[in-house]
């Protein structure tokens, strides 16, 4: 949590390096959340509690506001005036955007609070921006899009293989799955439920490992196949996670 600080809202903000000259708004609500609390208010709008949160270095800079299922957190800029705004829903941030004004601000939270879709929000406020990825979480359908990105991206030349072979398999082409490092693949049950559990699979110079993310077994295989064997049969294996259907 931010320190107490009993100095003047101005001196708070020049203190970070912030010209207080380009939100006297928030200078004189005394920082960011006040400030959108004013507006709602005066505008009629419900936005449950606005706070600072947790991690906030300073409380007069950022906003969050939580809600069912959800989160809306907004930040100020520095070196110019404009708001920052991360929509979330199931612990990822599904749009985004940067306005120079807070009304605006408020009200693409407002609507967002209340349910709205992506592209409702997109075509209501046309400062925030969406991807696929996010639009196919919304239909509840993220896996066989994040499956098409990977196969489509053209720095992943060495482990498509891999991909090809996991994505045509009929169990663990049904999961979530994301690249690191270019040659790690990581295979989720449910990439909202991280309690599902999920697994790696890594190529090596002679090979394939296989990791369970519950455990620190690792399995060693030389093909493609037996490697997909061996990450169904440990995702099969009594453990945390729920078996595969």
């Given at each position: 949590?931010a320190?107490e ?8 903000y ?5 010209d ?36 906030a ?5 950022e906003?969050t506001?939580?809600?069912?299922g959800g989160?809306i957190?907004v ?5 110019f005036?404009s708001?920052?705004?991360?929509l979330s829903?199931?612990?990822?941030v599904q ?15 407002d ?5 709205a ?16 990825l ?11 899009f994040?499956?098409?990105?990977l ?7 060495e ?15 049904q ?7 270019y040659?790690?693949?990581?295979l989720q049950m449910?990439?909202?439920?991280q ?9 090596k ?6 990791e ?19 990450a ?14």
């Open positions: 949590m320190a600080d009993n100095s003047s809202p101005a001196s708070r020049s203190a970070l390096g912030i207080p000259t380009l939100y006297p708004d928030l200078v004189e609500a005394g920082g960011l959340a006040p400030a959108m609390r004013h507006l709602a208010a005066e505008h009629g709008i419900e936005l449950g509690e606005i706070s600072a949160p947790a991690w270095s300073t409380s007069i800079t906003a506001i939580e809600m069912a989160s957190y930040v100020i800029r520095r070196d005036r708001f920052s705004l991360n829903r199931t612990g990822r749009a985004d955007g940067v306005s120079g004004d807070l009304l605006c601000v408020v009200k693409a939270a609507a967002w609070r209340e349910g879709s992506l592209a409702r929000i997109a075509e209501l406020f046309p400062f925030v921006s969406y991807d696929g996010a639009a196919a979480f919304e239909k509840g359908a993220p896996a066989p994040q499956w098409d990105r196969l489509g991206d053209a720095e992943l030349y482990i498509r293989p891999l991909l090809m072979a996991a994505r045509d398999h009929e169990s663990l082409g999961m979530f799955a994301t690249v690191t490092h040659v790690s693949l990581f449910d990439p909202v439920d309690s599902r559990g999920g697994i790696w699979i890594r190529m110079d002679d090979g394939y490992t296989i369970p993310a519950w455990s620190h077994e690792v399995t060693r295989v030389h093909t493609i196949v037996d490697a997909l064997a061996a169904e049969q440990a995702l099969r294996a009594p453990g945390p996670p729920l078996p595969l259907e």
